[in-house]
Antibody
Framework: QVQLVQSGAEVKKPGSSVKVSCKAS????????ISWVRQAPGQGLEWMGR????????NYAQKFQGRVTITADKSTSTAYMELSSLRSEDTAVYYC??????????WGQGTLVTVSS | QSALTQPRSVSGSPGQSVTISCTGT?????????VSWYQQHPGKAPKLMIY???KRPSGVPDRFSGSKSGNTASLTISGLQAEDEADYYC???????????FGTGTKVTVL
């Protein structure tokens, strides 16, 4: 049974960066695809990007191109999502999820990132 | 890429059926059989309920069913139960460039 456990809440200043981790257990990490999805307060879900750890290849939603970097460390079965040039609109809960062809399951518990001066 | 369109809310009494629509375009919902649905209770992570348009993961009650016609996908909850009260989101694959797009979300209320 795959489980994803994310790092804790963060408070960041505008213009700074945040790096959220997602540690997987169960299954074979390298065979997953890990996606990152965010949800602003009271809003819907938004796909940000994904990585295929076994290949080390990531691709990103156009909206976040140039601001987001998704990486994976196979030795620790951990994926990371780094978002730079933070602004108040980036305040959201960030989720990682194992991704298949068109589905996401399971999801991490979510990490609240608050951007405030 | 615009979000898929869902009704803001639907409601029904226990035991009744409700259907949530998810309207996209030929570039997403209409172009691929990769539509999935997620249930989200307040303060919780989303949970996969339907994938590949109509398949149910192990453990999901058969009260939940999915379908698609053209550019619109649907999720039907039959025999509505109190624990089904939650937000529901559809999601579609949208090609290698855009990858994935979610719906606007629907709040299901059990009266």
């Amino acid at each position: 049974q795959v489980q994803l456990v994310q790092s804790g809440a963060e408070v960041k200043k505008p213009g700074s960066s945040v790096k959220v981790s997602c540690k997987a257990s169960g299954g074979t990490f390298s065979s997953y695809t890990i996606s990152w999805v965010r949800q602003a307060p009271g809003q819907g879900l938004e796909w940000m990007g994904r990585i295929i750890p076994i290949l080390g290849i990531a691709n990103y939603a156009q909206k976040f191109q140039g601001r987001v970097t998704i990486t994976a460390d196979k030795s620790t079965s951990t994926a990371y999502m780094e978002l730079s040039s933070l602004r108040s609109e980036d305040t959201a809960v960030y989720y990682c999820a194992r991704a298949g062809d068109g589905w996401f399951d399971p999801w991490g518990q979510g990490t609240l990132v608050t951007v405030s001066s | 890429q615009s979000a898929l369109t869902q009704p803001r809310s639907v409601s029904g009494s226990p035991g009744q059926s409700v259907t949530i629509s998810c309207t996209g375009t030929s570039s997403d919902v209409g172009g691929y059989n990769y539509v999935s649905w997620y249930q989200q209770h307040p303060g919780k992570a989303p949970k996969l309920m339907i994938y590949d348009v109509s398949k149910r993961p192990s453990g999901v009650p058969d009260r939940f069913s999915g379908s698609k016609s053209g550019n619109t996908a649907s999720l039907t909850i039959s025999g509505l139960q109190a624990e089904d009260e939650a937000d529901y989101y559809c999601c579609s694959y949208a090609g290698s460039y855009t990858s994935y797009v979610f719906g606007t979300g629907t709040k299901v209320t059990v009266l």
